[in-house]
């Protein structure tokens, strides 16, 4: 990442006065060297993010998947977990002499994406959701604390 990038990053985080948890929810770490991610595809692993007004929604790319395939959980009481196995079934064929020409389309690889919440995120209130191809996660968001009001105290 450039460094003019970096900065607009860090003036944004300071602005909104949430360093770290805007910045990794933004940009997750990706810790290829760990061992539970060995042979794992991240970069791979499309996603795009959208901040509603009442809910974080993640658009993930998982072509070739079904929903059986994907799990999503929440783990350490803020991290939101999208991993698959990366196991696909070919399409063998029926009748005995059927065999394959060409295999071109390769099955998935085992994929795993970790995102940090911000605190507002709703762990208990997630919904998720396959189809065509595209992974859509929900997490909806707590309401906004009450403002405080100012109260007047008459003294005695």
Not at 26 to 37: G, I, W
Request: glycine content about 4%; charged content about 25%.
């Amino acid at each position: 990442m450039s460094s003019v990038g970096v900065d607009l990053v860090t003036a944004v985080n300071n602005l909104l006065n949430f360093p770290e948890t805007m910045e990794n929810f933004m940009f997750p770490s990706r810790e290829h060297d760990n061992q539970n991610t060995r042979g794992v595809s991240i970069s791979s692993f499309p996603v795009d993010i959208l901040d509603t007004p009442k809910e974080y929604i993640f658009y993930v790319d998982v072509p070739g998947l079904s929903k059986s395939e994907i799990q999503v959980t929440v783990e350490d009481e803020n991290t939101l977990v999208i991993r698959s196995n990366g196991k696909r079934k070919r399409q063998d064929g029926e009748d005995e002499g059927c065999k394959y020409l060409r295999l071109e389309r390769r099955a998935p690889q085992k994929l795993l994406r970790k995102f940090r919440l911000p605190e507002n995120a709703n762990v208990s209130a997630i919904t998720a959701k396959c189809e065509n191809g595209v992974l859509t996660v929900l997490v909806e968001k707590h309401p906004p604390a009450p403002k405080s009001k100012t109260v007047q105290v008459s003294i005695a």
